[in-house]
Nanobody, 116 residues
Framework: QAQLEESGGGLVQAGESLRLSCTAS????????MGWYRQNPGNERELVAT????????NYADSVKGRFTLFRDKTKNTAYLQMNSLKPEDTAAYYCYLRDSRGNYWGQGTQVTVSS
């Protein structure tokens, strides 16, 4: 099965940028979907952005379109989420996600806090 390791969260001010990284290891199919979800306490986990391994076009939540960019380095099994023009409402725990024919996998989460 896949293991996902995230990095890059932190505390920033509104308008600043952060880049999250997620590296997959272990056993998983090269045909997969990777991406990011986020969650605040008491709320459901929501999609931020995902990309299919055979596609070049990510899928974004409307709330992050034009500000966040998801891209993959397949040679490193790593997905990156570049987050620009951050807003306080982007504050959440961000979880890396991978889905293949065997199942769904999640990282441990990394906290992003945006102060106003």
């Amino acid at each position: 099965q896949a293991q996902l390791e995230e990095s890059g969260g932190g505390l920033v001010q509104a308008g600043e940028s952060l880049r999250l990284s997620c590296t997959a290891s272990g056993t998983f199919s090269s045909i997969n979907t990777m991406g990011w979800y986020r969650q605040n306490p008491g709320n459901e986990r929501e999609l931020v952005a995902t990309i299919f391994s055979l596609s070049i076009t990510p899928n974004y939540a409307d709330s992050v379109k034009g500000r966040f960019t998801l891209f993959r380095d397949k040679t490193k099994n790593t997905a990156y989420l570049q987050m620009n023009s951050l807003k306080p409402e982007d504050t959440a725990a961000y979880y890396c996600y991978l889905r293949d024919s065997r199942g769904n996998y999640w990282g441990q989460g990394t906290q992003v806090t945006v102060s106003s």
